[in-house]
Each structure stands twice: as C-alpha cells, then as structure tokens.
C-alpha cells in the first residue's frame, strides 16, 4: 500500500467524520449517495389551516331549508327536461346499450345471449 492511497484513505474519512458532525450539530439531514429525498419538501410548513382561514365559512351548507330548497330545485329542473325530452335515458338506454346493440346487430346474436339472460 503507497503512502498516497494511505493519506486520501485518512483524508476522505475525515471529511465523512466533519460531515457527519455538521448535519448532528445543525439538524441537517445527511445525504452521502445524493438519492433524492423528501426532507425539502416535508420541512416546509403546511399551509393547510391558512388557506382554509381564507375562505369564508358557507352557512348554507348547514342549513336544511336551504338544501331542501336546492333539491327542489334541482327535482324541477330535471322535471321540466324530462317535459321536453331532455333527461336523462333510463337505466340502460344509454349510448353504451345503443353500442352493444349494434354489436349484437352486426355479430347475428341477440342482446340476451350477449348479457347471459338466454334460457
């Protein structure tokens, strides 16, 4: 073993034992592959509670009567497009059963020996 290869040997142990007691003594956190980590962004404040002091608090949350009202409103409104044939499809209606239709059209069998109702 040369004198050289001895000396860095003692020389990079050194620093690693400086490093070391830099991060203990200044609370850093000791990073010697580099990888990435977490800390920056886990050291940060959270911001939580301060954003939610920003917005105001919405009574109308709370209240029933104005819910009920929201509903029926919304019940109306869903009344008045089913009035002129706006709606919403039944159950099974939709643009999917039109499309599996049209593969059942296509592929000579019935839409219940698609779905498995066939007797």
């Not at 608090?57 to 929201?70: C, E, G, Q, R, S």
Request: charged content about 30%.
């Amino acid at each position: 073993m040369s004198i050289g290869s001895l000396k860095s040997l003692v020389a990079e142990a050194a620093i690693k034992g400086v490093a070391e007691a830099r991060a203990r003594i200044f609370g850093h956190v000791l990073n010697p592959t580099g990888e990435r980590s977490p800390h920056k962004i886990l050291r940060k404040k959270l911001i939580g509670e301060k954003v939610a002091q920003w917005y105001p608090y919405d009574i109308n949350k709370d209240d029933p009567l104005v819910m009920a009202k929201k509903e029926q409103e919304r019940l109306s409104k869903l009344e008045m497009l089913k009035r002129r044939g706006k709606g919403p499809p039944k159950k099974g209606q939709g643009k999917r059963s039109k499309h599996y239709d049209l593969l059942c059209l296509y592929s000579g069998y019935s839409s219940a020996e698609v779905w498995g109702d066939a007797d």
